[in-house]
C-alpha cells in the first residue's frame, strides 16, 4: 500500500472549509508558487508517513469526538500524492463526511492524469490553481488569490458557503507550542501581532 506523506493534522477546525471539519495537510509540494504561505511542505523529506486506513481512523474520530461534518485536504500538494489520497476521501465519504481539496493546478489539468481520477471523484469542493502574489483575493474566505476557483464537484456544498468568513485559529498547547492555522490577510496578521510586539518592546 501506498503511504500517504503528512505534514500535519488538526481535528477539528473551523477555519479551512465549510463548517467544523478535521484538516489534514500533505507534506511535499512540486507546484512551488512563489510567495506561498508554507513553503515549509515543499521538501518531500519529513513528514508523517501513514497509511490511508490510519488516517481514515483519525479522520472518522474527529467526527465521532468533535462532530465533524468533513475532511479538507491541503497542502503541499494534495494531487502529488493522489492514490492513497483517493482512497482515504472515499472511504470516510462513505461514512458520510464531505471531502474538499485544495491544488494549485488547474482542474483541466487533473482531469487529463488518471492518477487522479480517484480522488476527483471523492471531492466534493475544488479549490485549484497555484497562488499568485500579486493578485490577492479581496473577499472570498480560504483563498489566498482571486485566481483561484471554487468547483462544486457535487451537490453537497453551493455558493452560498462563500458567505463564510475568513479565520484564523491559534491553539496553544500544554507544553506552550503554539498552533497556527486559517488564512488572514498581511494587514490582519499585522493588527494581530502588534499588541504582541509592542509588549515585547516594553
Ligand atoms: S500549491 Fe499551495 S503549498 Fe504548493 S507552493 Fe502553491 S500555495 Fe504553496
Redesign the pocket.
Known sequence: MELLNLHRIVDATLAEGPGLRCAVWTQG?S???PG????Q??TTRGGTRMPWPEAAERVLRARDEHGVQGVTFL???PFDQPEPLGALAAAVRAEGLSVMT???HRVEELRVRPDCAALLASTDLLVDG??LADKPEPSRPWV?SANQRFHFLTDRYDESVLDAPNRLELRIATDGSVDLNGFATTEALEALLAPVREGNNR
Open positions: 509540494c507546484v512551488r508558487c506561498c504561505f508554507n513553503p511542505t515543499w497542502g503541499g500538494e485544495f491544488t494549485g497555484p497562488y489566498g
